[in-house]
């Protein structure tokens, strides 16, 4: 039961939030892959975006994944980490994959009251509900195939965590 974790979902979705605290519960590490490219590229994420285009931070994330992955560690990864076929694999074969899912309202407005932490330039440009909305029908899919679990995200994030060590240990005894 060390195997890696990996935290997939939109952005707002609580991966960091809840990623730290369940870290915490379980003794593990934890680690999110923008957080990762930040400190080895020095740039953020929206930078990187500017210099080299999303095909270009999309490389750099699917190597940030595979430098961050060890066993008894957290990884909180992002959004669109689930966009390229071969992260998606990478993470079912090497971890358990845990999608936080919510609805694209919910995660709208938790991006509307901290916009400071939603880090990231928007993909269109449009506003965040209407993006969400679009986001999540181009990935839903994605979430669902890449996730061993799914789990309601849209309760507070201790019974986030609290179900996601529950659905971890009824796969442990089945
Ligand atoms: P992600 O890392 O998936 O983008 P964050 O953990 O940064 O998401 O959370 C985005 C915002 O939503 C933060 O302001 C955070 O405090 C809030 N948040 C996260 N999870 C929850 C939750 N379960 N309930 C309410 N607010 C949450
Ligand atoms: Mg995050």
Known sequence: MSLPLFLIGARGCGKTTVGQALAQALGYAFTDTDKHLQQTTGMTVTEIVAAEGWQ??????????????????????????????????????RGQVIWLQAEA???????????????RPTLTGRPIADEMIEVLAAREALYREAAHFIINA???PVNVVEEIISVLAQARAS
Request: proline letters at 4%; hydrophobic letters at 45%; aromatic letters at 6%.
């Open 56 to 93: 270009g931070f999309r490389q750099r994330e699917s190597l940030a994944l595979q430098a961050v992955t060890a066993n008894r560690t957290v990884i909180a990864t992002g959004g669109g980490m689930v966009l390229a076929p071969e992260n998606r694999q990478f993470m079912r074969e």
């Open 154 to 156: 849209m309760q507070q």
């Open 105 to 119: 309202a919910v995660l709208a407005a938790r991006l509307e009251a901290y916009p400071e932490q939603a880090q």
